[in-house]
Structure formats: C-alpha cells, structure tokens
C-alpha cells in the first residue's frame, strides 16, 4: 500500500509551544491509528514508528518545559520546591 502524501506539515518555528504541542501530538496519534490499521507495509511500519518516537520525544520535552514554568510560577524565587497538582479526591 503506499504512504499517503497528505503528511501534517512541519510546526512553524514560530508557533506557540502549545500550537506545536498540539500537532506533534495529533500526527502521533494520526500515526498509531494508521499503525493499528495492520496495512503498512513493514518499511512503512518502521518509518512510522521511528518518526512516532521524534513525536513523543517532541511531546515529552514540551510538558516538561511546561511543568517546569508552572513550577516557577507556583514559587519564583524556589522553582524546586514547588510541589505537583494533586487531583481533587472523589467523594
């Protein structure tokens, strides 16, 4: 079967990190849907995979940086003290 041509275009180095966060994710899970489907070929499996690793590494630099601005946010002057949300408990 051949790749699709219709491939997300690149995030504009100037998008917000939220906008880029968002499309990496959306070509991510784009990706696994197309995995999950078993009609790629092996190449085509394993260009996918190796490009579906460059977007969870994309994701999970972004929530990282992410949390650590909440962080600084929660307490500027001990970004490192800062502690993480905790879900609100169930009744």
């Known amino acids: ?4 041509s219709t491939k997300p275009e690149a995030a504009a180095p100037d ?10 994710l959306d070509e991510l899970e784009q990706l696994v ?3 999950e489907g078993g009609e790629l070929t ?4 394993l260009r996918s995979f190796e490009r579906g690793i460059v977007l ?4 999970q630099a972004a ?14 002057g001990q970004p490192e003290s800062a502690r993480a ?3 609100p408990e169930e009744p």
């Open 85 to 87: 949300f905790a879900p």
């Open 15 to 24: 998008a917000s990190p939220v906008a880029q966060f968002e499309q990496s």
């Open 56 to 59: 969870y590494r994309r994701c």
């Open 33 to 35: 849907a197309k995995m």
């Open 63 to 76: 929530l990282e940086q992410t949390e650590a601005r909440v962080k600084l946010l929660l307490d500027p």
């Open 1 to 4: 079967m051949p790749e699709s």
């Open 42 to 45: 092996l190449d085509e499996s």
